[in-house]
C-alpha cells in the first residue's frame, strides 16, 4: 500500500515570520488520520524555526535541494547529513529549476541522491521531461535518458527509499495543469522503467509525484489516478487555505475539471 504525499516546494519564497505565520494557520487543519504524509519544502534557513514548531505533529519540512558533499569548502551549499541531523526525512533533488537554471548535470544529481541515501535521507527524485513528438499524433516524454543517469550506482535495495516525482516541463509553474491523461501517462511509464529496471515488486512499492500547477480544483482527480502516489506543488501552496484545502483533498469533491 503506497502512502499519498503531499509536498509545498515553496521554492525561494516566505522569510522565517512568514514560514511560522502559515505554520500557523495549517497545524489545526492537518488531516486526521495517518493516511497520508504532508511535508513543506522552505528555504533552506527556515528549516531549523520550523522544525521546532512540528516536532509533535506528523508535517514534514524537508528539503529543497542538498550538496553530494557532506561537509567542507564548499561555500553557499547544503549538507545533507545536517538536514539529517535536524530530523529531516526527505530531500528534494534534480528539480527542473535545479537543472535548467543552476545547470544541474545528471551527474551532479546522481551524486547526490547517493549522498543522500548514505545519510538516511530519501531523495525525491525529480523528473522533468520534455514533450516530443513521435510519429504524426503521439507525444511521449525524454524522462528516461534522465532515469538512466541519475540513477547510476543506487543498490537495488536502496531504490523502495526513493520518491520519484513526473514534472511536465511546459506545466512547472505555468499555472496550466498537463491534462490528467498527460499526467497519468507520464507516471505510469516512470513506474514501468522503474519495473524494467529494478523488477515489478520494487516498482509497485515505490512512490511517485505528479507536479505541474497542481491545485485545489484538480488534485483530486489527479491522486485518484492508480499511479500517482502524491503530487509535488509550487505556486499553489504558498496560500495557506489553498494548502489546506490540497493536504485534505480527499475531503472535496470529485469533480471533472482537467
Ligand atoms: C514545482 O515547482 O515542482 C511545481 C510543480 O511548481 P508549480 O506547482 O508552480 O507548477
Redesign the pocket.
Known amino acids: 500500500m503506497r502512502k499519498p504525499l503531499i509536498v509545498a516546494?515553496w521554492?525561494m519564497n516566505k522569510n522565517v515570520d512568514e514560514a511560522l505565520a502559515f505554520l500557523n494557520d495549517v497545524l489545526s487543519e492537518l488531516p486526521a488520520d495517518d493516511k497520508e504524509e504532508v511535508a513543506i519544502a522552505p528555504q533552506a534557513f527556515a528549516i531549523y524555526p520550523m522544525m521546532k514548531v512540528v516536532r509533535q505533529t506528523p508535517l514534514q519540512i524537508i528539503g529543497q535541494n542538498a550538496a553530494s558533499k557532506c561537509n567542507g569548502a564548499y561555500t553557499g551549499e547544503i549538507s545533507v547529513r545536517d538536514l539529517a541531523a535536524l530530523g529531516v526525512n526527505y530531500v528534494m533533488l534534480g528539480?527542473a529549476e535545479r537543472r535548467e537554471i543552476f545547470k544541474e548535470s545528471n551527474q551532479t544529481i546522481n551524486q547526490k541522491i547517493l549522498t543522500a541515501l548514505r545519510e538516511g535521507v530519501k531523495p525525491i527524485v525529480c523528473t522533468n521531461g520534455k514533450r516530443k513528438l513521435i510519429g504524426r499524433h503521439n507525444h511521449c516524454y525524454s524522462i528516461f535518458s534522465q532515469l538512466d543517469n541519475v540513477l547510476t550506482g543506487v543498490p537495488v535495495e536502496q531504490v523502495a527509499n526513493i520518491v520519484f516525482s513526473f514534472?511536465p516541463t511546459e506545466?512547472?509553474?505555468?499555472g496550466k495543469h498537463a491534462d490528467l491523461d498527460t499526467a497519468k501517462h507520464g507516471c505510469r511509464l516512470l513506474r514501468r522503467e522503474i519495473s524494467q529496471r529494478y523488477g515489478r515488486q520494487i516498482a509497485e512499492n515505490v512512490r511517485i509525484l505528479y507536479?505541474?500547477?497542481?491545485n485545489p480544483d484538480n488534485i483530486r482527480l489527479l491522486m485518484a489516478a492508480p499511479d500517482i502516489d502524491g503530487v509535488?506543488?509550487?505556486?499553489?501552496s504558498l496560500d495557506a487555505d489553498n494548502f489546506i484545502r490540497m493536504m485534505n483533498y480527499q475531503r472535496t469533491v470529485l469533480a471533472r475539471v482537467m
Open positions: 516546494n521554492k528539480h514534472e506545466a512547472i509553474g505555468a507536479g505541474g500547477s497542481v509535488l506543488i509550487g505556486r499553489a
